[in-house]
């Protein structure tokens, strides 16, 4: 027999997880030129821009760690001055990664401060995952470098991150088992 504790977490994790992402989908749509474009959740409610934005900022930060200045272009480009650049795509974004991990927590019980600090604190996580991949992909196309074992970097992305939110999935339970 199931159980019911797990039946409702797991009710509760696929009812979040899908408003979250297909949500993420139907607002890119709304700030999106055409279809069901509205002029004011394009310019003031935007968060996928500012993600993307941040991305590059980010990325723009880290190789720059390392020696590298770069130019942020219309379109969200990033390139390293005067060489190739990386567009930050919506594929690029992390959305998906950041629902899964958002879900999870909402999901679980706890308390609504603590659910918030384990959301920011792994999307956080998330995201620096990312920079360190857009800007890993950035410095490696600039030097004709193809990416490990042939795997393509969004997958790579996608295989740390997921590894990364496991990870977190056995601290947070560590921190809400007692004993």
């Not at 979250?20 to 607002?27: D, E, N, P, Q, R």
């Not at 390139?79 to 990664?97: D, E, P, Q, T």
């Not at 995952?129 to 997958?155: C, D, Y």
Request: charged letters at 10%.
């Amino acid at each position: 027999m199931l159980d019911k504790k797990f039946l409702l977490f797991t009710a509760k994790f696929l009812g979040i997880f899908l408003f979250l992402y297909y949500g993420t989908i139907a607002w890119i749509g709304i700030a999106a030129p055409g279809g069901y474009y509205n002029p004011f959740v394009a310019q003031w409610l935007d968060y996928v821009s500012w993600i993307k934005h941040s991305l590059m900022t980010g990325t723009g930060w880290l190789v720059g760690l390392f020696g590298y200045d770069t130019v942020q272009e219309p379109g969200f480009l990033v390139r390293i001055v005067g060489k190739r650049g990386v567009f930050i795509a919506m594929s690029c974004v992390g959305y998906g990664v950041y629902s899964f991990w958002a879900a999870y927590v909402m999901a679980n019980e706890g308390s609504v401060a603590k659910k918030l600090a384990w959301v920011l604190g792994g999307i956080l996580c998330l995201w620096a995952i990312n920079v360190g991949r857009i800007s890993l992909f950035l410095v490696a196309i600039n030097k004709n470098q193809q990416m490990p074992l042939g795997i393509e970097h969004h997958t790579w992305f996608t295989m740390v991150a997921y590894a990364f939110i496991f990870l977190m999935i056995w601290i947070h339970q560590k921190k809400l088992t007692p004993g």
